[in-house]
Structures are given as C-alpha cells and as structure tokens.
C-alpha cells in the first residue's frame, strides 16, 4: 500500500476538465479528509466535500468526513469503497460495475473490474488482481468541480437562507470504447451531511442516432440489511435511504418511488439465505423504457438518484437526517407562505378576500377548485382580468394564483392515455387521464404557461399531477410508442415545474415532485375527515401533522382548514360563521402555526366579526414572531391520542433561540404533569433558560442525557409553549 505522500496526486494520464470550476484543480492529500468529531446534525461546518488521493497511486476518494466512496482508476473505473464514517461500517461488499445502458440491442456494462469471488466482504488487497471486463465500456478520464444546479430557483418570499446549488464536490468518470456513444457518469457528494448524488450521461458521438433502451445508473453490491436462512414476509433492504427524482403517484418518498429496486445477487453465493435470495444488490432504474434514441451529437441525461447513509435506528435520528437532505437538495420546500383558498374567483370575492389577507397578515390566496378560475384559459379579456387582480393583490403584498386539475380527468379519446391491454382509454392509475404527449397535453402546458407568465400570477395548485401512467398511442406527438411514454410523459411535467421553479411560482403539488421544483404536498390526510364534527378534525389534523413531519420538515406539507362545509358534514363539521364557532377556529390557528404548517383556509373569508379578526391576528402575529423557529426541525414528544397531553417541540441550535416546545390539552379540565423533555437537539450542552409564553424565565441544568424535568400546565381544550434558549 502507498500512502499519499508517496506518488503525485495529479496522475497524468487522467485530465481535468477547464470547464469545471470552483475547485482546485489538484486532487487533496488524505490526510486532509475531515475526521468525524461533532454531532453534523448540531455542527455541520466542518464537513465539506472534496476530491482526495487514495491510498493506492490510482484510486480516488470523495469524502466529506461523513461519507466516502472510494474509486480504483485503473485498469478501468470502479467503486473499491463505499463507507459511513459516523458509524465506521462498509455500505459495499462487492465491486459492481458504475452502471449500464442496452444500446441498439446491445447491453453494456459501464467501468467495473472483475476477479472477486467473495461476495460477502471487500478485501483491500484482492482489489490489484482484478481486471477490467474487455466487454464493458472502458474508463478514460476523469473530471472534478464543485455541484450545478440543475436548473435555477428564483427567490421571491420568506425562505431560510439555504444555498442552491446545494454546495459539495463533484466526480464525473468517462468511459467508451465500444459504440460511438460515451458515457459520463457523476457523481455529487454534498456539504455538512452523509448524501450522495449520481447520474448518468450519454453522449452520441456518431454520425446517426442511437437508441436507449434501457439503463441502470447505479449498481451497488451493499451490506445486507437482514441475514436470514429462509425468505421472511418482508426483508430488511440494506441500511442506505435511496430516492430518485424519477419520482411520482404518492405523497411520501417511500409511496412515490419508481426506481430503486434491491434485488438478488447472483454473485453472492456465500450468503445465509438457502436460496441466495437476499435483495442485496441496488439497482436504480427506470421501471420501463426510456426506449429514445439519441441524435448525433446528443448528450441524453437520467435521473438523477441520492443516497444517504443513516447513522442510526433512532427514529426521529433518521428523520432528522432525510429533512436536512431535503432542506438541501430542494431548499425552496423551505418557503412557507400562509395562504387562504378563496371559494369564488369573481373579481369583488378576490379582491375581499385579498383585502382581508392583507389586513391580517396571510401572504397568499389561491382561487380554489370549483371556484371559476380557468387556468387553461386563452381568452385575452379573461387574462387581463387576471392580471388586475394580481396587481392589485400585489400592492397589497399579497401573492396570487389559482389552482388547475391535469390527470384524472377524461379528455377524448384522441388524447386520452390509452390502456396498453386495450388500446382504449381508461385503466390508468385514477382511471381515466389524459396522455401529457397527447396534442391536448402540449396545449395545456403551452397555455399554462403563457396565462401565468402573462397574468403575472404566482401560485399554481398543480392537482393529479402525472401519476407514472404510460400510454400505448402510437399517434400522439409527444411520445412514440408505450416503451417511451413514461419517461416522456415524466421530462414533461418536471419540465414545466421547473420553468416554475425558476420563475418564483409557487406549487401546490400532491405528488412527491419536490426535488423537481414543487414546494408543498398534503401533510398526510383523508379529505373526507373534514367532514367529521369539529372536535374530531382538530385532534385527527394534529396527528396528520405529527405524523407526517417525521419525513416532511413543517414547510412541505399543507393542512385543511373548512370555514364552509366539505364533503359533507352539515353544520357539526363547518366553522362557519366563524364567530359562532371562534373556539374550534382558534384551535385550528393556534395547532397549524404553532406547528409551522400551513393550512389552505377555504372559504369566503378569513373573519366576520371584530373578535374573530382579532382571534386570527393574534395567531399569525405569533407565527411570524417566531417563524424561524417554528419552521425548523420537530421532535415529535408525544401523539395525540385524546386522552391526555400530546406535544412536539421545534428545534434549532443554530438560532438564539433553540427551541420552541408546544403541549395540546385535548380534554375539558387542566392537566398539569412533569414533563422530561429532551434538548439534545437544540445544542445545548449544560444549561437551558425556559419562559413559558411570555412569562418569566426559569434556569435549568440538563441531565446526562440533555434533558431538563419541566412541569407543563395546559388549560382544558387549550395549548401551552415554551421558548428555550441557552442558559445564563
């Protein structure tokens, strides 16, 4: 083995690109890997990504201190190592090659040595007998530089102040040798948190048109998740978090996956499992197609796939983790403007309900569904109309938008998706949708667009956004046959969000299109709920947000807030008129801001009376004290379950102050009790100072496990909260 210091880093036979930037062009000694030594939850600044020597002359690393992937360069490219340096285990067992493509009826294996035998570990010293597969395509060279963003974010509202691109390092390899095709593939290891990001790129360097039938974009042999001689119900999949943004049909990471498969290993042949059926081996993919050819001089991009290596079965540990790689991988989640769906779209119902929001203090009011607004519009009085309205909310800083259905709906038969069994329409995921490569789907994007753009509007409801659907036409322009229509279908709608995304418009979506753009999904509810009597969607409301906040940070998912009736209910399940019900509409206000999540308040109005105003100011003068705390990170500290306290706390060590702590009392009498409330994740080491509300401040000492006993009092049906700062 040779250390860093014996051989130059810079191997001549692997270039740089000059067009990367923002790097050294000199790969870093390894000594200089950041070591583990505080909580990156807590302390994050230490941990940036590099490009670092191996400790072979021809590998590679790219670590953060928390994360390392290690890269054997010859005699081609292969992942060697692949660790979590918080825990110290090995993610990778086995070397794989970097992907694969099927080209023109050929499949190829991209980089990879071959040679290893033993598949349940990874020896160092095996690795310089392996060789390169003369059938897969070769490694050439190799580029660094710091991530690009993969398309723009303009910033137009309240947002913490995240970067984008997300900062880190980037490593693309490049390969060919057997097709006039080259294949790059990249890799982003990204700042202050265990997250790994990887894509493929295809460029056609030939004189005629190549098609793509398929591709894998990651292949990685992993560390078994659960060993187990025979097949159990359901298998423990390898510890590593994985999400594409190839993503839709669900409101959660798990529910809108469509390409991460663990499957078998053939190779393992030493595993427990009698019939070597571990799903041990990653594969990330497309679940059919893409089936697109790529022109001459073409370059053809995947998805993009993230890994991210918990460091703990901790559930809330884990959580915490996912919600800071969405606060950095999609950082526009973070904007969380407090809106109100107004139930009619006539000029004097918005303007009403404009003037309302801006007297006390909402920042957004969406025409709802059923109202009347035509997002597909093409009528220039109509967007004109539109456009005095959003003029007119703007000068009162109020922003604007409407909401629009796209699938489950039935168009015609032209432009329909049609059922692959069939060749009908009708079969797809909400029965019926329209095909987004049909005429009708380039029509609707194409005048989406241009009444937003002309209208000057700033939010889009986006609902039955495209679903996964695939289509058998033949016929229509968007798309050639079934093998490419998803994929098609999907560059389609991530397309338009992104032309959102870079033009400040606000997206209602709910559908998991967060790291394509999109801003908010449901926090997790039944619509029909809200038909329930009062009492009832308080205490379930509470739990949705308790719930959905172990994966959502409070800014990505929406609430329901029914001033009329919805779905039913009569007058036991509506609020209004508001000042006849104020106390099930204050418990409403007083849960969602002090949650940090917003509800779409849908009505005509956000007050009828003086009091009720004063009810709703009160509530959002209370959010925006505290916003920044409130939007930050929750620890879940107890669920409502109706028969006692439930609370959950904000936690934030990067402000003054660290925690906001909020206890419900669903019952009719007081209830006081001593409460042992865990402050590690506030950062605070050894004493915390807590007021409750705004009252007086009490000094605390933690305990060796962070936490401090605070007695908790809470009225019956009411709320207390606590602000904890460091101690003095």
């Not at 040779?2 to 930037?21: E, K, M, T, W």
């Not at 594969?283 to 059919?288: A, N, Q």
Request: charged share 25%; glycine share 10%.
């Amino acid at each position: 083995m040779f250390g860093c210091a014996g051989y130059s880093c810079d191997l001549p036979r692997f270039r740089y690109h000059p067009n990367f930037v923002g790097m050294d062009h000199n790969l870093l000694p390894c000594d200089q890997i950041p070591r583990y030594r505080r909580d990156w939850l807590l302390d994050p600044a230490a941990y940036k990504a590099g490009v670092y020597c191996g400790d072979h002359p021809a590998e590679i690393i790219l670590s953060n201190g928390l994360l390392r992937r290690t890269f054997r360069l010859a005699p081609s490219a292969a992942t060697v190592g692949f660790d979590n340096l918080v825990t110290g285990a090995a993610i990778l067992r086995g070397v794989k090659p970097e992907a694969s493509v099927a080209l023109d009826g050929e499949t190829y294996d991209i980089g990879g040595l071959v040679g290893q035998e033993e598949y349940a570990y990874l020896r160092r010293e095996w690795i310089d007998d392996f060789t390169s597969d003369p059938a897969a395509l070769q490694f050439i060279d190799y580029e660094i530089g710091s991530t690009v963003a993969p398309f723009g974010w303009k910033r137009v509202r309240s947002c913490p102040g995240l970067p984008w691109p997300a900062p880190g390092a980037r490593l693309a390899l490049r390969f060919g040798g057997h097709s006039a095709v080259e294949a790059t593939v990249v890799y982003e290891l990204y700042d202050a948190l265990p997250l790994l990001g990887k894509w493929l790129e295809l460029r056609n360097g030939g004189d005629r048109a190549v098609r793509l039938h398929a591709f894998k974009s990651e292949i990685l042999a992993a560390v078994e998740g659960e060993v187990s001689v025979d097949a159990p119900a359901q298998w423990v999949y390898p510890d590593l978090h994985v999400e594409s943004d190839y993503a839709f049909h669900g409101m959660t990471p798990k529910s809108a996956n469509a390409t991460t498969h663990w499957v078998e290993d053939p190779q393992y042949t030493t595993q427990v499992n009698y019939q070597c059926a571990t799903p041990c081996l990653l594969e990330s993919r497309p679940p059919i197609g893409p089936e697109v050819d790529i022109a001459p001089g073409e370059t053809f991009t995947s998805f993009r796939t993230f890994e991210l290596a918990p460091d703990s079965y901790d559930r809330e540990r884990r959580g915490l983790a996912l919600r800071r790689m969405y606060r950095t991988l999609a950082p526009w989640s973070q904007e969380n403007p407090i809106l109100m769906h107004v139930r009619q779209a006539d000029a004097e119902a918005v303007k009403a309900a404009i003037d309302q929001c801006a007297e006390v203090g909402f920042e957004m009011v969406i025409m709802t569904f059923g109202s009347g607004f035509d997002a597909e519009s093409a009528d220039k009085d109509y967007i004109a109309g539109l456009k005095e309205l959003a003029d007119y909310a703007h000068g009162k800083g109020v922003e604007l938008g409407g909401y629009s259905l796209l699938a489950s709906r039935h168009i015609d038969a032209a432009n329909d998706a049609l059922n692959p069994d069939t060749s009908e329409p009708g079969g797809a995921i909400f029965g019926h949708s329209p095909c987004l490569g049909s005429a009708w789907g380039e029509d609707y994007f194409r005048t989406v667009a241009c009444l937003y753009d002309q209208a000057g509007l700033d939010i889009l409801e986006h609902d039955g956004s495209y679903p996964g659907d695939v289509c058998a036409s033949v016929a229509h322009p968007g798309h050639a046959s079934l093998a490419d229509s998803q994929w098609r279908q999907w560059q389609r709608i991530t397309r338009f969000y992104r032309w959102c995304r870079e033009r400040g418009i606000y997206l209602n979506v709910p559908d998991w299109y967060f790291l394509n753009g999109s801003n908010k999904n449901g926090m997790g509810y039944r619509e029909v709920n809200w038909s329930l009597p009062r009492e009832r969607q308080l205490l379930l409301a509470r739990q949705n947000m308790y719930d959905g906040t172990w994966e959502k940070t409070p800014s990505m998912g929406w609430m329901f807030v029914p001033l009329v009736e919805y779905h039913g209910g009569g007058a036991a399940a509506t609020l209004e008129p508001l000042a006849e019900h104020l106390a099930a509409y204050e418990a409403h206000l007083m849960q969602n801001f002090g949650s940090g999540v917003q509800a779409c308040y849908r009505g005509p109005r956000i007050y009828d009376a003086d009091a009720t105003k004063a009810v709703v100011k009160k509530w959002v003068g209370f959010y925006k004290r505290h916003r920044e705390i409130l939007e930050s990170d929750i620890i879940h500290l107890r669920r409502p379950d109706g028969r006692g306290l439930d609370g959950i706390m904000h936690v934030n060590a990067q402000l003054e102050t660290r925690g906001l702590a909020l206890f419900f009392n669903p019952l009719d009498e007081a209830v006081e009790r001593v409460w042992k409330l865990p402050l590690y994740y506030t950062g605070l080491r050894d004493r915390a100072s807590i007021r409750e509300g705004d009252g007086e401040v009490r000094e605390y000492g933690l305990d060796r496990e962070y936490a401090v006993e605070l007695v908790v009092s809470v009225p019956g049906r009411g709320m207390s909260w606590y602000i904890i700062e460091g101690g003095r």
